[in-house]
C-alpha cells in the first residue's frame, strides 16, 4: 500500500481538510518546498485535489522539485473541462515528470457542474465511460501519429492538425483513476480506467462488499486483468502527538464528516453501515443553511466507524487493519505546522512496520465485519 500525501500542506494546525477550510492556497515556492519535504520525509506519492487550486499547477510545480516520487490528481473535476483539455494536461504533465503521473477524474455533483463550472450536465456514468475513451484516443494519436479518433454521444474529438499535435512521450501509458461513490460508477472504473479512488466517506467494509466486486466483474467482462485493478482510499484521518492538537484535528474532521453526510449522493455509504437516518438528518440542516450544527450530529460512536483518529501509531495500525488486504494506494491529509510534521514520519513508520503482504481479499463477505 503506497502512501500519497496532500499536496499543498493543509491549514496550520490542520491534519485534514474541514468543510469550511480545506488545503491552503498556494503561494510562491509554497509547493516545490511541501513537495521536497514530504519526498524527503518518505511518502510513495503526492496528490493534488481540485478545490482552491489548479491540480495540474500544483503537480508541475511538484513535478520540478522532484526526481522519483508519484504524482496524481485526486482529482480533477472531468465534466469542467473538455476531454482534449485534461489529455494535453495529463500529456504536459507525463512528460514533464518522466512518466511518474496519474490521472485522477471525478464527476462531481449536478449543482457544482451547473452552477460554479457553469458548464451542461447529463447521466455521468455513460458521460464518463466516452470522456476516459476521448482522452485514451489523443493521447494513442498524439503517440503512435495517427488513429481514427473519438465520436460518441456526449463527446467529439476527431480533428488533429500538427499545430496542436504534442507528439509522442518517453511514458505514454498513463493511468487513469476515477472517483467512485456508487457501484455504477465502478462498472465504468472496471471498463475503461485503471482504479478507483474512493470517498472518504467509504469505509474498507463498503469498498470491499459494494464498490470493488462491480469494478472486478466489469474488467473481467472486458477482458482485463481485474488483479491488475488499483484502489486508492482517502480515509478521514486525525492524527497528532499532543492532545491539544489532536482535538483541534477531530472538530476538523467531525466537520467533514457532517458536511459529506449532508450530501445526497454520499448517502449509499453511510446507509452500509445504518446510518442513513444521520445523513438524512444532516441534509435537512445543510438545507436550511445552519451550518454550525451538522458537527453535533457527529457522536464519538459515528466517527470512530468512518474515521481514524489518535497518536500516528494508533493511526497506522488501524489503517493497515482496515485497508492493507484492500488498497493499493492511501492519501494522508498534512498540515504545514512542524508539530504535523514531526509526527508524519511517525505515522509512515508505523503503517510500514505492520506486515502488508497478506493475502488480498476477493470475497466481499470477508469485509462485513469492517469499517
Known sequence: MLIEAVVPFGESGS?????????????????A????????????????????????TVLAAAAEATDSIRLSTSVAIAFARS??????????????????????????????????YGMPWSDP???MREYVLAVRSLWSR????????????????????????????????IPVHLAAVNPLMCRVAGEVADGIRCHPACTSGYIGQTLLPE????????????AQFEVAVKPLIAYAVGPESLEHAIRQVRSRLAFYAATPVYRPAFAHHGDAEVADAARVLAR???????PGLIDDE??????????????????????????????????????????????????????????????????????
Open 288 to 294: 436550511e443553511r445552519r451550518w454550525s450544527e451538522l
Open 83 to 116: 476531454p482534449a483539455v485534461a489529455a494535453l494536461d495529463a500529456w504536459t504533465l507525463q512528460r514533464v515528470s518522466g512518466g511518474r503521473f496519474t490521472l485522477g477524474l471525478g464527476s462531481q455533483i449536478r449543482q457544482h457542474i451547473e452552477r460554479r
Open 33 to 56: 518546498a511541501a513537495s521536497h519535504r514530504l519526498a524527503s520525509l518518505g511518502v510513495d506519492g503526492l496528490v493534488a485535489e481540485e478545490t482552491k487550486d489548479s491540480p495540474f
Open 215 to 226: 469494478a472486478r466483474r466489469s474488467a473481467a467482462r472486458a477482458g482485463r486483468d481485474p
Open 302 to 371: 459515528f466517527l470512530d466507524r468512518y474515521a481514524f483518529v489518535g497518536t500516528p501509531e494508533r493511526v497506522g495500525a488501524r489503517l493497515v487493519e482496515c485497508f492493507g488486504p484492500l488498497a493499493t494506494r492511501c492519501e494522508i491529509p498534512v498540515a504545514s505546522d512542524e508539530a504535523a510534521l514531526t509526527a508524519l514520519p511517525r505515522l509512515l513508520t508505523a503503517i510500514r512496520a505492520i506486515r502488508t503482504d497478506r493475502r488480498v481479499r476477493t470475497d466481499p463477505e470477508e469485509y462485513r465485519d469492517d469499517r
Open 125 to 127: 456514468a455513460p458521460r
Open 15 to 31: 491534519t485534514g481538510s474541514a468543510a469550511d477550510e480545506g488545503p491552503s492556497r498556494v503561494v510562491r515556492g509554497s509547493v
Open 142 to 173: 498524439w503517440q503512435e501519429g495517427e488513429g481514427p479518433g473519438f465520436v460518441g454521444d456526449h463527446y467529439r474529438s476527431d480533428l488533429m492538425v500538427p499545430l496542436f499535435d504534442p507528439g509522442p512521450v518517453d511514458h505514454p501509458r
